[in-house]
């Protein structure tokens, strides 16, 4: 569960730029087309529930994962039973890249832990299943950018890997996230 941090907002422009790139994910996943990664990777976007700028933080962090730094982020934490993330990757013969195209994102609206005002996505550890928080994930981007939703997308990509949460906290999680793959 990543929780909502306040940043400054962005300006016109870039809320300009964020809306035709939206708008272009969107129309590629609803036709059923992938998006490549600069590494040959192959990202299909499951269109059922994904609206463009959820869409467009998954294709910015499928970017992001083709820093090798960033994809170390898989090495730091580890599931339940001691492995870690890579590790199951590897058993999956899946990348941090490829995996995202297995996770299915549908809108959970304000309902169960969407309903708190400072959650803007949730998963169950091991579950292939993201729920984003209806609107206010949409809107997040207003404020935060689309950097900041890549890096939310991540974080809830180490919990479908099966990342528990508590320990470690969502913060901490957050800021491994951000310290690999934010830059």
Known sequence: MLKLQSRPRIGFSVLVAILSVSRAASTQAE???????????????????LNGIV????????????NAECREVFSDF?????????ETLDSLGQTGQSYLGWIWFRDGGFQGLCARSDVLAITAPGSRVVSYCGERFTRAILRQG??????TILHEELHSLGLGEDPPTSLEITRRVETRCGS
């Open 31 to 49: 036709e059923g087309q992938g998006f490549s990664g600069g590494s040959g990777t192959r990202l299909q976007l499951h269109p059922r529930g």
């Open 55 to 66: 869409g467009m933080a998954v294709i910015e962090a499928h970017r992001r994962l083709e």
């Open 78 to 86: 580890e599931d339940a039973s001691g492995h870690t993330l890579q």
């Open 146 to 151: 689309p950097r900041s939703l890549a890096m």
